[in-house]
T-cell receptor, first 115, second 113 residues
């Protein structure tokens, strides 16, 4: 079975500073990787996804993530954060084949951007 | 552009009461999911339906039942609500291909007293 670990439950950062949100996954077979964002009192929306090809993936709102197969990681980065980036961020995996097409999520990282 | 619609948005139940959470999608997706979100635990899969006519248990199915009524609708039923089922419930849908994203509803905030 696949699993996702987000070690940082909260990450405080000052506005315009860079940020990295960590995600590690475990799976015996190949997976697709996703990052979702959840703004307060809303549902989740996709930030970016890694399917294949280039290991650096660019998403919306200036976010990017790098897939590292040897370290089974998919860390999310932004070079300069804004107050509006304050939200909860979830990493998720899905098996390439089988598994009922289900998404498995990490426990989330609360990003708090301060002035 | 409705996407995934969940009803109701808020609900308060007494212990032992039953209710059904409704979910409908208008994107012609094959797969649908029910998750619950609790602080510090992320989203945990309750049940999912990979395609119309099939349903399977997820990580935390106890106390819940589901019905895939048709391709558009996937409902979640609590037969006898318990305080431990106080949570925010999200419905999601996706196309059959595993490389596609899932789209989420706005959530149902359920409190069981």
């Amino acid at each position: 079975a696949q699993s996702v670990t987000q070690l940082d439950s909260q990450v405080p950062v000052f506005e315009e500073a860079p940020v990295e949100l960590r995600c590690n996954y475990s799976s015996s077979v190949s997976v697709y990787l996703f990052w979702y964002v959840q703004y307060p009192n809303q549902g989740l929306q996709l930030l970016l996804k890694y399917l294949s090809g280039s290991t650096l993936v660019k998403g919306i709102n200036g976010f990017e993530a790098e897939f590292n197969k040897s370290q089974t990681s998919f860390h999310l980065r932004k070079p300069s954060v804004h107050i509006s980036d304050t939200a909860e961020y979830f990493c998720a995996v899905r098996l390439l084949t089988g598994g009922g097409n289900k998404l498995t999520f990490g426990t989330g990282t609360q990003l708090k951007v301060e002035l | 552009n409705a996407g995934v619609t969940q009803t109701p948005k808020f609900q308060v139940l007494k212990t032992g009461q039953s209710m059904t959470l409704q979910c409908a999608q208008d994107m012609n997706h094959n797969s649908m999911y029910w998750y619950r979100q609790d602080p510090g635990m992320g989203l945990r899969l309750i049940y999912y339906s990979a395609s119309e006519g099939t349903t399977d248990k997820g990580e935390v199915p106890n106390g819940y039942n589901v019905s895939r009524l048709n391709k558009r609708e996937f409902s979640l039923r609590l037969e006898s609500a318990a305080p431990s089922q106080t949570s925010v419930y999200f419905c999601a849908s996706s196309a059959m291909a595993s490389n596609t994203e899932a789209f989420f509803g706005q959530g149902t905030r359920l409190t069981v007293v």
